[in-house]
């Protein structure tokens, strides 16, 4: 079964940076794909904050971290990481890491509290 392990939530202020982590095991199938959805606290959806592929590490992602969050994967661990500089506070939300398999099937953990405050 597959299990998605997040970490690395928090407090934070403005301008200050944070890092999340999603350890992933126990799949049966290769990981296609890697990354991290977040859902405001009024959103009713998980909107995409940076996946990354895993056969060519294309990375893509939302506009509105583009050039202030970087998502980077440690292929032998099944592990991927999102680093968060200058965060704002439109950046509070829950954050979900995703992955998808072989088989098509999309995974999620159960997500990690980001809240941004001065």
């Known amino acids: 079964q597959v299990q998605i392990v997040e970490s690395g939530g928090g407090l934070v202020q403005p301008g200050e940076s944070l890092t999340l982590s999603c350890a992933v095991s126990?799949?049966?199938?290769?990981?296609?794909?890697m990354g991290w959805f977040r859902q405001f606290p009024t959103g009713k959806y998980r909107d995409l904050v940076a996946?990354?592929?895993?056969?060519?590490?294309?990375?893509k992602y939302a506009d509105s971290v583009q050039g202030r969050f970087t998502i980077s994967r440690d292929g032998a661990q099944d592990t991927v990481f999102l680093q968060m500089d200058d965060i704002k506070s439109e950046d509070t939300a829950i954050y979900y890491c995703?992955?998808?398999?072989?088989?098509?099937?999309?995974?999620w953990g159960q997500g990690t509290q980001v809240t941004v405050s001065s």
């Open positions: 126990g799949t049966n199938f290769k990981i296609f794909r």
């Open positions: 996946v990354m592929t895993t056969d060519d590490n294309r990375t």
């Open positions: 995703n992955i998808i398999t072989g088989d098509g099937i999309a995974h």
